[in-house]
């Protein structure tokens, strides 16, 4: 049986930090809002970042991409976007790895998305195989 420890992921979220320049924080949550993992930040900061996470993937979810291209888009992939009001010229990121789980990553200018996408692309590997394993993977969620 696997324990609690062997599933804990926030040494990948904090070798992600460490080895990506710029990347300032990163959340792995449910698509419910729970807060799963976190690395830069507080327990507080990181509860609150897991539910921005998921009410901007029900949001990003929610465009009518019919109009921009001929089939639905029904799985986000990578949602980018620019921090409003902040100095040091920060962005996020959003993407959804699993099919209950998302990871959100907050970086300054000397992160460029590409980057960031590629870094997130690799962890979400990991964060995929992490949900597979999950022993409550066969309970249901209100936002699955």
């Not at 804990?8 to 710029?22: E, F, H, N, P, Q």
């Not at 449910?30 to 799963?36: A, F, K, L, M, Q």
């Not at 976007?81 to 959003?94: C, I």
Request: proline share 4%.
């Amino acid at each position: 049986m696997t324990s609690a420890n062997d599933r804990d992921l926030t040494y990948l979220l904090d070798d992600l930090r460490a080895t990506t320049l710029g990347v300032c924080s990163i959340v792995h949550a449910s698509t419910d809002g729970i807060c799963r993992h976190f690395s830069g930040l507080t327990r507080e900061a990181a509860e609150r970042e897991a539910a921005l996470a998921s009410s901007m993937r029900a949001s990003a979810m929610q465009v009518p991409t019919e109009s921009i291209i001929d089939e639905p888009v029904t799985d986000l992939t990578y949602l980018n976007f620019e921090v409003v009001g902040s100095k040091a010229g920060l962005h996020a990121m959003l993407t959804q790895p699993a099919d209950r789980g998302l990871l959100l990553a907050v970086a300054d200018d000397r992160c460029p998305p590409l980057v960031l996408a590629k870094t997130l692309k690799q962890l979400g590997n990991r964060v995929a195989s992490w949900w597979k394993t999950d022993p409550l993977n066969g309970t249901t969620s209100l936002a699955r």
